[in-house]
């Protein structure tokens, strides 16, 4: 069984930063492609990012590009994503995800159902 534990959220003022950790227990983290989601109040779970098992490619939702940066330390079992320059869209509950099916590619990241394992969220909150 893998565990997913994000921490890290809070409110911020736009243009704020913010960084957000995930804490991967059980199964081998280093094979997973992990992923980033988030989901507004009123609206479906979004992709945000993903990034492959060695942390050497990452793919970017286009709202996010160039703001946020995922990176991951595979020796910690963590994942962790970067915010900058956070707007009011940013607002959300952000989630860590895990797909553990070998062979996957980062290509596919943005596949919501490629994820089967899911952390409980942490809060975002962008102030004006």
């Known amino acids: 069984q893998v565990h997913l534990v994000e921490s890290g959220g809070g409110l911020v003022q736009a243009g704020g930063s913010l960084r957000l950790s995930c804490a991967v227990s059980?199964?081998?983290?280093?094979?997973?492609?992990m992923g980033w989601f988030r989901q507004a109040p009123g609206k479906e779970r979004e992709f945000v990012v993903a990034?492959?098992?060695?942390?050497?490619?990452?793919y970017y939702a286009t709202s996010v590009r160039g703001r946020f940066t995922i990176s991951r330390d595979n020796a910690k079992n963590t994942v962790y994503l970067q915010m900058n320059r956070l707007t009011l869209e940013d607002t959300a509950d952000y989630y860590c995800?895990?797909?553990?099916?070998?062979?996957?590619?980062?290509?596919?990241?943005?596949?919501?159902?490629?994820?089967?394992?899911w952390g409980q969220g942490t809060e975002v909150t962008v102030s004006s």
């Open positions: 990034i492959n098992h060695s942390g050497e490619f990452a």
């Open positions: 059980g199964g081998t983290f280093s094979s997973y492609i």
């Open positions: 995800a895990a797909d553990t099916t070998p062979g996957q590619t980062i290509l596919t990241g943005n596949r919501i159902n490629n994820y089967d394992y």
